[in-house]
């Protein structure tokens, strides 16, 4: 007996080590979807390098607030956005102006401390060296500072800070006013150098200055006054300024039209990156279909589709079949199935693998009554045979798209990957691996790591992973996905579950001592449940309730035999 507590006492002290500390918190709350749900199709196979990271189906897009970072996923955007702008100033005051010096004037420079350094001419020493500065001052260039010195004061005018700065500072307590007889001024003197500019390239600036102003300054006939101006200096056939879905968005937001309001914000987001999401965030879905008629061709009607797509948090194949017959070569189509792969796993596999319930946009209210859960099971289980049968929809359109666009160099790995997992969901384990087999990933790293994540989930229904050469096969490939786990979206969740599919595979042939192992490193970033106990902490507790005498012994042993490696 006394060897036996000593034994335990051993395997638990090394538990103990080995396992990740976690945060105490004062109360208890259960885990969220995004610690429960199952995603193993890398939704960055759905990004095109245009800035569409914000709309994966994540935790993030679907329950956005202020403190969990989702507005820093649109960052990158809005800097790519703005280094845009400084090409467009770099190609008109002459390619040697160094790019960086242009972001760190316009972007990078506070409103105040330009305009005091421009009025007592000490701009020399405002940012020493700096190209563009240089190129500022010079004589003929002088229409352009004169329009960056307005730019800057509307924007010191637009972000002056309503505290008083002798006052103690208290949280939520700065916040910004408006100087309206600034505004004012600013207004006139917009409408002054816009009647006055020759230049083309100054023109369009000081017309989006006045567009900008028009719209914080409101006031009656402002809409007809952003449209006007809009029209007049932009062209949307012709012009490739960032500034035009910039400015077009200001004339979308006060467009008392819904349906050519909606229009304009589809071409936004098709323009620009950094107002993608608020475009999405205005799009009006129900008036989707009398917005069509403002397209002027396919592609502009798929786009216009794809804006209401991204706002659907359900089945949405209907939806991508229709932008697909519009627009086959549109580049939402990757992210548009990639959110569909998405939504079927976290139907199909989050309970099966973590025993909890996926997220779903609809659930029946039924009354708080002693019937409440057997009519719940019911709605889960019809819900269920529902969400199988439209995985194998979906999975039919995409093998017929894999077999049309199959020499598609750019398409048609994401496509063999996306029918490879459809099938491993479907459990057609044989198709699928001999899918995957078939396909060429090249020097993509993406489709590489992808393609290693499915074949360790199709290795365990295909062969004895207890077998040494079988589990040299899922170490080679764990050690890829390892390896490149930064491509990833969420590289530490998205490890925790992959462990978590190779302790249940592990499981499934007894082998008690590796799954509890796999689970205590999925259990850092993953939450299960099942009948008897909530874990989401180590793996004592997996042993503690699955583990026989005989298990923990063999644990002791691999245990000691490391430690004797060591």
Same mark, same amino acid.
Request: with cysteine; charged share 25%; aromatic share 12%.
């Given at each position: 007996?006394?060897?036996?507590?000593?034994?335990?006492?051993?395997?638990?002290?090394?538990?103990?080590?080995?396992?990740?500390?976690?945060?105490?918190?004062?109360?208890?709350?259960?885990?969220?979807?995004?610690?429960?749900?199952?995603?193993?199709?890398?939704?960055?196979?759905?990004?095109?390098?245009?800035?569409?990271?914000?709309?994966?189906?994540?935790?993030?897009?679907?329950?956005?607030?202020?403190?969990?970072?989702?507005?820093?996923?649109?960052?990158?955007?809005?800097?790519?956005?703005?280094?845009?702008?400084?090409?467009?100033?770099?190609?008109?005051?002459?390619?040697?102006?160094?790019?960086?010096?242009?972001?760190?004037?316009?972007?990078?420079?506070? $409103?105040?401390? @330009?305009? #005091?350094?421009?009025?007592?001419?000490?701009?020399?020493?405002?940012?020493?060296?700096?190209?563009?500065?240089?190129?500022?001052?010079?004589?003929?260039?002088?229409? $352009?500072?004169?329009?960056?010195?307005?730019?800057?004061?509307?924007?010191?005018?637009?972000?002056?800070?309503?505290?008083?700065?002798?006052?103690?500072?208290? +949280?939520?307590?700065?916040? @910004?006013?408006?100087?309206?007889?600034?505004?004012?001024?600013?207004?006139?003197?917009?409408?002054?150098?816009?009647?006055?500019?020759?230049?083309?390239?100054?023109?369009?600036?000081? $017309?989006?200055?006045?567009?900008?102003?028009?719209?914080? =300054?409101?006031?009656?006939?402002?809409?007809?006054?952003?449209?006007?101006?809009?029209?007049?200096?932009?062209?949307?056939?012709? /012009?490739?300024?960032?500034?035009?879905?910039?400015?077009?968005?200001?004339?979308?937001?006060?467009?008392?039209?819904?349906?050519?309001?909606?229009?304009?914000?589809?071409?936004?987001?098709?323009?620009?990156?950094?107002?993608?999401?608020? $475009?999405?965030?205005?799009?009006?879905?129900?008036?989707?279909?009398?917005?069509?008629?403002?397209?002027?061709?396919?592609?502009?009607?798929?786009?216009?589709?794809?804006?209401?797509?991204?706002?659907?948090?359900?089945?949405?194949?209907?939806?991508?079949?229709?932008?697909?017959?519009?627009?086959? =070569?549109?580049?939402?189509? &990757?992210?548009?199935?990639?959110?569909?792969?998405?939504?079927?796993?976290?139907?199909?596999?989050?309970?099966?693998?973590?025993?909890?319930?996926?997220?779903?946009?609809?659930?029946?209210?039924? /009354?708080? /009554?002693?019937? +409440?859960?057997?009519?719940?099971?019911?709605?889960?289980?019809?819900?269920?045979?529902?969400?199988? %049968?439209?995985?194998?929809?979906?999975?039919?359109?995409?093998? %017929?798209?894999?077999?049309?666009?199959?020499?598609?160099?750019?398409?048609?790995?994401?496509?063999?990957?996306?029918?490879?997992?459809?099938?491993?969901?479907?459990?057609?384990?044989?198709?699928?691996?001999?899918?995957?087999?078939?396909?060429?990933?090249?020097?993509?790293?993406?489709?590489?790591?992808?393609?290693?994540?499915?074949?360790?989930?199709?290795?365990?229904?295909?062969?004895?992973?207890?077998?040494?050469?079988?589990?040299?096969?899922?170490?080679?490939?764990?050690?890829?996905?390892?390896?490149?786990?930064?491509?990833?979206?969420? &590289?530490?969740?998205?490890?925790?579950?992959?462990?978590?599919?190779?302790?249940?595979?592990?499981?499934?042939?007894?082998?008690?001592?590796?799954?509890?192992?796999?689970?205590?490193?999925?259990?850092?970033?993953?939450? #299960?449940?099942?009948?008897?106990?909530?874990?989401?902490?180590?793996?004592?507790?997996? +042993?503690?309730?699955?583990?026989?005498?005989?298990?923990?012994?063999?644990?002791?042993?691999?245990? %000691?035999?490391?430690?004797?490696?060591?």
């Amino acid at each position: 007996m006394k060897d036996l507590f000593l034994r335990c006492a051993l395997i638990i002290s090394v538990l103990v080590a080995i396992t990740p500390c976690n945060r105490i918190h004062s109360c208890f709350s259960e885990p969220g979807w995004g610690d429960t749900r199952m995603v193993f199709f890398n939704p960055e196979l759905g990004e095109d390098s245009t800035g569409l990271k914000p709309f994966f189906y994540s935790y993030y897009y679907l329950f956005p607030n202020d403190y969990d970072g989702y507005t820093s996923l649109g960052q990158d955007n809005t800097i790519n956005d703005y280094r845009r702008n400084c090409r467009e100033w770099q190609a008109y005051l002459g390619g040697k102006i160094d790019l960086e010096d242009i972001y760190k004037v316009i972007y990078g420079s506070s $409103a105040d401390s @330009f305009a #005091t350094a421009l009025k007592t001419q000490t701009l020399g020493d405002f940012l020493p060296g700096n190209t563009f500065l240089k190129a500022l001052q010079k004589p003929a260039n002088a229409a $352009a500072l004169k329009y960056l010195d307005f730019a800057k004061r509307f924007e010191f005018q637009q972000f002056e800070s309503a505290s008083d700065p002798w006052e103690e500072p208290r +949280y939520y307590q700065n916040g @910004f006013r408006q100087d309206s007889v600034m505004l004012d001024r600013l207004a006139q003197k917009s409408v002054q150098e816009l009647e006055k500019a020759s230049d083309p390239f100054l023109r369009q600036r000081w $017309a989006y200055q006045r567009i900008n102003i028009l719209y914080y =300054k409101g006031g009656k006939g402002v809409p007809d006054s952003l449209s006007q101006t809009f029209a007049k200096y932009f062209d949307l056939k012709r /012009d490739k300024t960032v500034l035009l879905p910039w400015a077009l968005l200001k004339v979308a937001e006060l467009n008392p039209n819904l349906e050519m309001a909606n229009y304009q914000l589809a071409l936004v987001f098709e323009r620009c990156q950094s107002k993608r999401l608020r $475009a999405i965030q205005l799009f009006a879905s129900k008036s989707t279909e009398k917005t069509l008629p403002y397209a002027r061709n396919g592609q502009e009607k798929s786009t216009i589709l794809t804006l209401r797509a991204i706002q659907n948090p359900g089945r949405g194949l209907s939806e991508l079949k229709r932008i697909a017959r519009l627009d086959p =070569k549109s580049a939402y189509l &990757p992210l548009l199935l990639t959110r569909e792969i998405n939504k079927v796993e976290d139907w199909l596999l989050t309970r099966k693998m973590t025993g909890q319930e996926a997220w779903h946009s609809f659930e029946p209210d039924y /009354d708080w /009554d002693e019937n +409440y859960d057997r009519k719940m099971d019911r709605w889960r289980r019809i819900n269920a045979e529902k969400d199988r %049968q439209y995985l194998h929809e979906l999975r039919s359109v995409v093998a %017929q798209m894999a077999a049309k666009l199959q020499r598609k160099p750019k398409l048609a790995p994401f496509l063999q990957l996306a029918l490879a997992h459809l099938y491993y969901m479907e459990q057609r384990y044989p198709d699928a691996w001999r899918t995957l087999q078939a396909m060429r990933t090249g020097n993509n790293a993406h489709w590489q790591l992808q393609k290693n994540i499915q074949e360790l989930l199709l290795l365990p229904q295909q062969a004895d992973v207890r077998r040494p050469a079988v589990q040299a096969s899922l170490y080679k490939r764990l050690h890829h996905i390892r390896e490149n786990a930064m491509l990833l979206s969420e &590289p530490a969740r998205q490890l925790s579950r992959i462990y978590l599919a190779l302790s249940h595979a592990f499981l499934a042939k007894n082998d008690i001592v590796t799954a509890g192992l796999f689970f205590g490193r999925a259990s850092r970033h993953t939450a #299960t449940r099942v009948e008897e106990w909530w874990t989401s902490a180590d793996a004592i507790g997996f +042993y503690d309730n699955l583990a026989s005498m005989k298990d923990l012994e063999a644990l002791e042993r691999l245990l %000691q035999k490391k430690k004797n490696a060591l």
